[in-house]
């Protein structure tokens, strides 16, 4: 007769199967796969903005992945299928484990389509489209794209909401961001450094931001990577990396790219981080993204971006965001949907929370990479102590009260018809 199993038994499985997972993904690093190296860039600048860039199926062909895809989605089908053999069809941690292996395959799957079709239809997959409603009858991310334009554009037409001069060093960014993520974290927990060898301004490890080491800065900017790379990215990642059973929290598959990007934008608006440049910035990309998928080439992508006032190199660089992975003609890579989307899925989450006085399910949005989806077993699973709560917490989601009143007036107002506002405002506005 076999010995029944101890809840020690229980952790020890689902702490090993979820550290299989995290050992599979480690070779899948998606952006490095579907990256245009510099050449393309200097035979786009060569021709001054009018040929496509030189990238097809044989371009990345000539790039081939740093790993084995066929060997690693057995691998994940292999993860899979023990889950259900160790833990049940039904189990709640093993169906999130499930469903991360899956994820999984399908990133592999998109990264061997690159440069067909197919790379942008498991995108969309994985991501999302610009095309897709939030709820049935509500409008799509490409109707929000255009309606923040729309209000962007009014801003800017008043000309006296100028950005403030970039007038701070890669240095001076690297202090000031390091004495503030000090005073959340502790005082060696996050590292802040210069760096080279980076594309954006900044980017975010598992306890560290790198900053460009040629990039200018002012307070505003400053402000906005201490909440988005410090306290949400690296954040999640180290209270991801604090679990001691459920590991897998730590690694983030791309249905968690939504709940980390959403949060990353709405901490920069409840912090007061964000700035009209910077939400059309955003706005850019899904509007490009929805370009993309319409049927616009590159170079209509390339000239939207002129149209808004970008230099030629901005300009290229922001639309090979949308094409990487694919070719000038594809379908677009939608990743960067996910800043948007993400925000207005959180916003939702959060203030139906607080309209059925689910408080506690706020902060559990922290405990590692999370997937929305996901939120109700995550409460279940800390409470059975598989899952620890998030150590390190944002202020803002700390103390929930200011949060939760503002969450409450904005639940009212939502009831408000803005048109009949607008109206009877007329004569005062």
Same mark, same amino acid.
């Given at each position: 007769?076999?010995?029944?199993?101890?809840?020690?038994?229980?952790?020890?499985?689902?702490?090993?199967?979820?550290?299989?997972?995290?050992?599979?993904?480690?070779?899948?690093?998606?952006?490095?796969?579907?990256?245009?190296?510099?050449?393309?860039?200097?035979?786009?600048?060569?021709?001054?903005?009018?040929?496509?860039?030189?990238?097809?199926?044989?371009?990345?062909?000539?790039?081939?992945?740093?790993?084995?895809?066929?060997?690693?989605?057995?691998?994940?089908?292999?993860?899979?299928?023990?889950?259900?053999?160790?833990?049940?069809?039904?189990?709640?941690?093993?169906?999130?484990?499930?469903?991360?292996?899956?994820?999984?395959?399908?990133?592999?799957?998109?990264?061997?389509?690159?440069?067909?079709? #197919?790379?942008?239809?498991?995108?969309?997959?994985?991501?999302?489209?610009?095309?897709?409603?939030?709820?049935?009858?509500?409008?799509?991310?490409? *109707?929000?794209? @255009?309606?923040?334009?729309?209000?962007?554009?009014?801003?800017?037409?008043?000309?006296?909401?100028?950005?403030?001069?970039?007038?701070?060093?890669?240095?001076?960014?690297?202090?000031?961001?390091?004495?503030?993520?000090?005073?959340?974290?502790?005082?060696?927990?996050?590292?802040?450094?210069?760096?080279?060898?980076?594309?954006?301004?900044?980017?975010?490890?598992?306890?560290?931001?790198?900053?460009?080491?040629?990039?200018?800065?002012?307070?505003? *900017?400053?402000?906005?990577?201490?909440?988005?790379?410090?306290?949400?990215? !690296?954040?999640?990642?180290?209270?991801?990396?604090?679990?001691?059973?459920?590991?897998?929290?730590?690694?983030?598959?791309?249905?968690?790219?939504?709940?980390? =990007?959403?949060?990353?934008?709405?901490?920069?608006?409840?912090?007061?981080?964000?700035?009209?440049?910077?939400?059309?910035? @955003?706005?850019?990309?899904?509007?490009?993204?929805?370009?993309?998928?319409?049927?616009?080439?590159?170079?209509?992508?390339?000239?939207?971006?002129?149209?808004?006032?970008?230099?030629?190199? =901005?300009?290229?660089?922001?639309?090979?965001?949308?094409?990487?992975?694919?070719?000038?003609?594809?379908?677009?890579?939608?990743?960067?949907?996910?800043?948007?989307?993400?925000?207005?899925?959180?916003?939702?989450?959060?203030?139906?929370?607080?309209?059925?006085?689910?408080?506690?399910?706020?902060?559990?949005?922290?405990?590692?990479?999370?997937?929305?989806?996901?939120?109700?077993?995550?409460?279940?699973? !800390?409470?059975?102590?598989?899952?620890?709560?998030?150590?390190?917490?944002?202020?803002?989601?700390? #103390?929930?009260?200011?949060?939760?009143?503002?969450?409450?007036?904005?639940?009212?107002?939502?009831?408000?018809?803005?048109?009949?506002?607008?109206?009877?405002?007329?004569?005062?506005?």
């Amino acid at each position: 007769m076999s010995r029944r199993k101890t809840p020690d038994d229980y952790h020890s499985t689902i702490r090993a199967l979820s550290d299989r997972i995290v050992e599979a993904q480690t070779p899948i690093r998606v952006l490095d796969a579907i990256k245009w190296d510099d050449s393309i860039r200097q035979g786009f600048i060569k021709a001054k903005g009018k040929q496509m860039p030189a990238v097809d199926r044989s371009y990345y062909d000539s790039r081939p992945l740093s790993f084995d895809s066929t060997a690693k989605k057995l691998e994940f089908q292999n993860i899979e299928r023990d889950i259900t053999r160790q833990l049940g069809q039904f189990n709640p941690v093993g169906q999130i484990m499930r469903r991360m292996c899956k994820e999984y395959r399908m990133v592999i799957r998109m990264l061997e389509a690159r440069g067909t079709a #197919d790379f942008g239809l498991i995108s969309q997959e994985l991501y999302g489209a610009a095309s897709d409603a939030f709820h049935a009858g509500d409008p799509t991310l490409a *109707d929000l794209g @255009l309606m923040l334009s729309d209000y962007l554009n009014n801003i800017a037409a008043r000309g006296d909401l100028e950005d403030e001069a970039k007038n701070l060093t890669a240095k001076d960014a690297v202090a000031i961001l390091q004495e503030r993520l000090a005073a959340v974290f502790g005082d060696d927990t996050i590292r802040v450094f210069e760096s080279d060898g980076i594309v954006a301004d900044a980017a975010a490890g598992a306890d560290y931001i790198k900053v460009r080491a040629d990039a200018l800065f002012n307070q505003r *900017d400053v402000r906005a990577l201490e909440v988005h790379e410090g306290m949400v990215h !690296v954040g999640t990642t180290l209270n991801g990396l604090n679990q001691p059973i459920c590991t897998f929290l730590a690694k983030g598959p791309p249905s968690s790219t939504v709940t980390q =990007e959403g949060l990353a934008i709405l901490m920069e608006v409840i912090a007061f981080a964000s700035y009209p440049t910077r939400l059309r910035k @955003l706005t850019n990309r899904t509007r490009a993204i929805h370009m993309a998928e319409e049927g616009a080439d590159f170079l209509q992508v390339y000239e939207f971006y002129r149209e808004q006032g970008f230099s030629l190199e =901005e300009s290229y660089g922001n639309a090979s965001r949308a094409f990487r992975g694919s070719t000038p003609t594809g379908l677009p890579f939608t990743k960067d949907l996910s800043y948007l989307k993400g925000f207005i899925l959180i916003y939702n989450y959060i203030q139906l929370a607080v309209r059925k006085g689910k408080l506690e399910q706020i902060p559990l949005l922290f405990c590692g990479k999370t997937t929305l989806e996901d939120m109700r077993t995550l409460r279940q699973l !800390v409470d059975e102590g598989l899952v620890a709560p998030p150590k390190y917490l944002p202020p803002q989601f700390r #103390d929930l009260n200011a949060l939760s009143a503002w969450m409450c007036f904005s639940n009212f107002l939502n009831h408000l018809s803005l048109d009949r506002i607008e109206a009877d405002y007329a004569n005062i506005l």
